[in-house]
């Protein structure tokens, strides 16, 4: 298999297992932190940002 191949499962397991969290959260209804919090790094996103940021790495995840 060449190596590339490799990044690009590392790459997916990644996404996959970011999106967990971040969609468990969101539609639990709790806040989480996400890229799109402000300030940025400090504040948590509301569940939907975060059921939508949850999905969008499964989706990548999943592409890969």
Known sequence: MEWY????????????ANG???????ISGKR???P???PPGVGE????V???WGSANFAG???L
């Open 32 to 34: 989480f932190q996400s």
């Open 61 to 63: 995840g999943f592409a």
């Open 20 to 26: 967990v969290p971040h969609f468990v959260n969101g």
């Open 50 to 52: 975060n059921v939508l």
């Open 36 to 38: 799109f919090a402000w």
């Open 45 to 48: 996103s509301p569940p939907l």
């Open 5 to 16: 191949a490799y990044l690009a499962y590392f790459a997916a397991g990644a996404l996959l």
